[in-house]
């Protein structure tokens, strides 16, 4: 089976066309403000409604409330929930059941024991995606950097799971290769400044997992 493809942090029509065209299978809509790859929710209607069902819409949101998330829902006609804060096995199932919509669960990495929280939501969440713990005060993600992937050979699989952090058109393909990971996921990794993207680093990237 081939691996799926998520370009998160996509703000632009062009961008957005480039991921479809690539043959991504998901874009990741940026709902937390503080990052240079935040949408507004009419942003993300607009990019909602080129998108279409050529590709999965995939919100990230940080610790948002419910009020939060209600509006940016229902502006990004959203087919998944991705949640990259410290939310807990019980606000996860919260969210699933209210929405009703798949819930992904970002696991933040540096040590062994951050992949073992996976159990915590193993019958909760969806999807886990494994990303690189970033230091304290930055932001959650699209950091551009990376984790020893070999700790996630400690994990036994109970979800389907997801690899992000530091990937780019160079080392996706390795990615794949050692982890066997479903889903490869990339963010600064085809921009050439924060929040900007790359429609030729987008074409690359997706490219060389396509051929892993």
């Known amino acids: 089976m081939a691996t799926l493809i998520k370009i998160c942090g996509l703000s632009t029509p062009e961008t957005l066309s480039a991921a479809i065209e690539a043959a991504a299978t998901h874009i990741g809509l940026n709902f937390y403000p503080p990052s240079p790859r935040y949408v507004s929710p009419a942003k993300a209607a607009e990019l909602a409604q080129i998108a279409g ?8 949101f ?9 509006e940016h829902l229902s502006a990004g006609s959203l087919d998944i929930i991705q949640l990259h804060g410290k939310e807990t096995p ?25 992949v073992a929280r996976a159990s915590a939501y193993a019958d909760i969440a969806d999807f886990l995606l494994f990303d690189t713990k970033t230091p304290a005060g930055a932001l959650p993600g699209g950091m551009g950097l990376g984790f020893d ?32 990971t479903s889903l490869v996921d990339t963010s600064s990794g085809v921009e050439t400044a924060p929040g900007i993207k790359d429609v030729d680093l987008i074409a690359r990237f997706c ?4 051929e892993a």
Not at 98 to 111: I, M, Q
Request: hydrophobic residues 50%; glycine residues 6%; negative net charge.
């Open 149 to 180: 992937w070999s700790l996630l050979e400690a994990y036994d699989s109970v979800l389907p799971w997801g690899l992000a952090g530091g990937l780019t058109p160079e080392n996706v393909a390795e990615a794949i290769r050692l982890t066997a």
């Open 62 to 70: 940080v610790d948002a409330d419910d009020d939060f998330l209600i």
């Open 207 to 210: 490219k060389a997992a396509l």
């Open 90 to 114: 019980d606000r996860v199932r919260q969210v699933k059941a209210r929405y009703s919509l798949p819930v992904w669960k970002v696991l933040s990495v540096e040590t062994a024991d951050d």
């Open 53 to 60: 069902d050529a590709i999965a819409k995939v919100g990230v």
